[in-house]
């Protein structure tokens, strides 16, 4: 997996490419709470280039997630693939996170 922080217009972005799982979740998790810890909200992920994720890489997101809604940050996602996004609505969590199909549309919802 690779992580990259990117900025669009005035967000960050998390840009994330390859496998989420629990051998590069804890990467995954240290950039992310890196964010959540300076109350970066919105904050935006793209899936755009990842081809797995599992249980821990789920996780990671869930957790930050629940961080940030302690100070009503908020967490969108976004450009997720067909078979991840299946994963997202098999566990109904499509209903607790914000996905949306482009940044563009995480910005301006």
């Given at each position: 997996?690779?992580?990259?922080?990117?900025?669009?217009?005035?967000?960050?972005v998390i840009?994330?490419?390859?496998?989420?799982d629990m051998y590069s979740s804890p990467e995954l998790r240290t950039e992310l709470m890196g964010l959540?810890?300076?109350?970066?909200?919105p904050l935006y992920v793209d899936f755009?280039?990842?081809?797995?994720?599992?249980?821990?890489?789920?996780?990671?997101?869930?957790e930050g997630l629940k961080i940030m809604k302690t100070y009503d940050?908020?967490?969108?996602?976004?450009?997720?693939p067909q078979g991840i996004m299946e994963i997202f609505r098999f566990s109904k969590l499509?209903?607790?996170?914000?996905?949306?199909?482009?940044?563009d549309d995480a910005i301006n919802s």
């Open positions: 997996m690779n992580i990259g922080i990117a900025s669009y217009k005035g967000s960050k840009q994330l490419s390859g496998d989420i959540i810890k300076k109350r970066i909200s755009k280039e990842v081809s797995y994720i599992d249980s821990s890489g789920i996780a990671t997101f869930v940050g908020r967490l969108r996602l976004f450009c997720i499509d209903r607790v996170f914000e996905i949306y199909g482009s940044i």
